[in-house]
């Protein structure tokens, strides 16, 4: 994100620190001051004095303490709370304020906790949502449905009033923002909880060779379905089920009607080749594994939503290589060459998806947002705020699209990021902290669970890591080196690594951390190796190409450590491989008759990155397949070279499953 609006850090004087933030539009030139900064902010920032560390993920997770907040910290938060409730329908210090003040002590020395009014809680909602410094659509704040079901006190009463969310958020897709507030936490030890992540959610099934059919983000939590007894279909539409749990207890799935779940078929309006790739969305994203915190309280069930704006679809959901990942085939469909990403082809791609998600849902009346709309509403949003609150919090990395970032007025935005009560903050997730009943049997189907001590947990793990070890010993081990500058080739390596392992016993090492001592006794050895600039090792691979070089000279005889030295300059590397062909083959063969070939027993294969804008094109990965063949190792496949110009991941995807 480059140029001369990129926004700058805002400025604070610390020696006057209720001095308000100034934070500047940088295209319109104008100025805004942010006092809002001043109000009672409970949560800390991650960032420290030496380290901004805005764009950590989980900024803010509850950790599960299985006891009750401290009554201290209870009335603190209770008290701001109705400050900010009273002030709203302006009646702060009124005697009604006081009188309701002083029923939460009454009760919060009586009992721990308290209870929210109706009213209480709809305002709590809301103003939640008002204070999310990663929404983008904020400015729908005051729109907010409340449910209001704390009288809910079993997973089928759950279910239910899910169900009717769902429904009413639907609305035959005109879609409605709703929250549904379930019983507040306790001790701790009796939360109601949702264990999916979104109540709308496709499964994810990991295959035995690692593939994954579905949605990638949900494997794990697919798996803790199938272990409550939950069966799916196996495709990569498989609306997963709820999964809910109720006073402490263990939890109960049920499956999702699927009348309630609507549906978008995607499809393009120019190329029909889109609509055959049989894609889909839900019309509803509702986050459903969020703590609610307000007032003191802390409701630990409160799935709520709003409506998509397309890039979460488009861009991240379709397209992010850690969910379907289907960026290269919209660019094979289109006819772009992906071979080198100078020609732009993922950037094509990306906008022609986002499209197709627009015009899907637009044609069956769903609602939805595009990033250049949503972007323009929190700006009149943020100009709100400024006028009634004095300030807005916001967090720059969340509220700029995750595509067309600098062609959207937020980015030329500075924005403040604070955190302020009430508020929605991660947990964690359930499944990896839920206690089970003992009295029940095992985790074997939806009614059934256990508590399961630590010490027959040892001793499962132990015998589990020791068969595992000994299935790994009779394996054949295979060994993978890479050298890089940039990360490409480690980035490669571990993908070798994810295949080989399927079959053999592999390792990836940095060639830096290799002993080279090991070497004459590798049975596979495989490496991935760059080339820096204009011929030169990346500095992580010059010692192990040195040690090559003393292993060759002492071969042939010669004192290798007289002659490191002539190896420490990058040009007697390249001058080593830029060796004819000719004379490879030949040193090539006579080693592999000579009974003092060092690497003998080694088979191997080399893939070599480069660009052939430089001259001396993957000099170093030749130069190591050269001594690794003159010290008589076996070539699997003759090397390989990928072109950072043109098709280097393709190349890799083929040389990977041919030398495997």
Not at 135 to 161: H, N, P
Not at 164 to 191: E, L, W
Not at 553 to 558: H, M, P, Q, R
Request: proline share 4%; aromatic share 10%.
């Amino acid at each position: 994100r480059r140029g001369m609006a990129k926004p700058q850090v805002a400025e604070v004087d610390v020696n006057h620190p209720k001095k308000p933030l100034r934070l500047r539009n940088l295209t319109a030139r104008t100025e805004s001051f942010d006092a809002l900064h001043h109000s009672q902010v409970y949560q800390a920032s991650v960032c420290t004095k030496e380290a901004c560390l805005g764009s950590v993920l989980m900024q803010h997770i509850a950790k599960t303490t299985f006891t009750a907040r401290p009554k201290d910290e209870v009335l603190f938060h209770a008290k701001d709370f109705l400050e900010q409730y009273f002030a709203s329908i302006k009646r702060a210090n009124s005697q009604a304020h006081a009188a309701r003040w002083g029923q939460v002590q009454e009760e919060i020395q009586a009992t721990g906790t308290y209870q929210l009014t109706e009213t209480e809680l709809v305002y709590g909602a809301k103003l939640a949502w008002r204070n999310s410094a990663r929404c983008i659509g904020r400015i729908q704040w005051s729109k907010l449905q409340v449910f209001d079901c704390r009288g809910v006190t079993t997973t089928s009463g759950m279910f239910e009033a899910i169900c009717n969310h769902i429904k009413y958020s639907t609305n035959k897709g005109n879609i409605r923002s709703a929250i549904t507030v379930f019983p507040q936490r306790t001790d701790g030890k009796h939360d109601y909880k949702v264990w999916n992540q979104q109540l709308l959610a496709y499964a994810g099934y990991k295959n035995a060779d690692g593939t994954i059919i579905g949605d990638p983000i949900n494997v794990e939590f697919t798996e803790v379905c199938a272990k409550l007894g939950w069966k799916g279909k196996g495709s990569k539409w498989d609306i997963l089920p709820l999964v809910l749990s109720a006073n402490g207890h263990d939890p109960d799935y049920f499956d999702i009607p699927p009348e309630l779940v609507m549906e978008v078929p995607l499809v393009h309006p120019e190329y029909d080749w889109f609509a055959e790739l049989e894609l889909r969305w839900y019309a509803v994203p509702a986050v459903s594994g969020m703590m609610f915190d307000c007032g003191g309280l802390q409701f630990t069930a409160a799935p709520f939503n709003g409506w998509y704006m397309s890039t979460e679809i488009g861009a991240r959901d379709l397209c992010d290589v850690t969910r379907y990942n289907l960026l290269e085939t919209f660019a094979n469909k289109m006819g772009l060459d992906t071979r080198t990403p100078v020609t732009l082809w993922k950037d094509k791609a990306l906008i022609e998806a986002n499209l197709a998600v627009l015009h899907s849902f637009q044609i069956n009346n769903v609602t939805i947002v595009d990033h250049h709309t949503a972007a323009e509403s929190f700006m009149k949003h943020y100009e709100n705020e400024q006028r009634l609150r004095r300030g807005c919090p916001a967090d720059w990395a969340w509220i700029v699209p995750p595509i067309s970032g600098s062609i959207t007025p937020v980015f030329h935005l500075e924005m403040a990021h604070y955190n302020l009560y009430p508020t929605y903050i991660y947990q964690e997730r359930a499944w990896t902290v839920h206690v089970w009943n003992e009295e029940r049997d095992g985790f074997k189907n939806k009614k059934k669970g256990q508590n399961i001590k630590f010490t027959p947990i040892a001793r499962a793990i132990k015998f589990t890591s020791k068969l595992y070890e000994n299935a790994l010993s009779k394996r054949i081990k295979a060994t993978i080196l890479f050298a890089t500058e940039t990360g490409k080739s480690e980035q490669f390596a571990k993908k070798l690594n994810d295949i080989l392992s399927h079959a053999f016993h592999a390792q990836c090492l940095c060639m830096d951390e290799y002993d080279m001592s090991d070497i004459e006794q590798e049975a596979l050895l495989f490496v991935v190796a760059s080339t820096f600039g204009n011929g030169d090792s990346p500095e992580n691979g010059q010692s192990f190409a040195q040690s090559l070089f003393t292993l060759k000279k002492e071969s042939n005889g010669v004192n290798g450590k007289q002659q490191m030295s002539q190896l420490n300059s990058a040009t007697l590397i390249r001058a080593n491989s830029q060796k004819k062909q000719n004379q490879e083959r030949r040193t090539f063969v006579k080693e592999l008759n000579s009974n003092s070939a060092r690497l003998g027993n080694v088979r191997f294969a080399v893939f070599a990155l480069g660009s052939s804008a430089y001259p001396n094109y993957c000099s170093f990965g030749t130069y190591v397949d050269n001594l690794l063949g003159e010290l008589g190792g076996k070539r699997l496949l003759q090397l390989t070279t990928g072109d950072e110009m043109c098709g280097q991941q393709q190349a890799f995807v083929k040389w990977a499953p041919e030398v495997f």
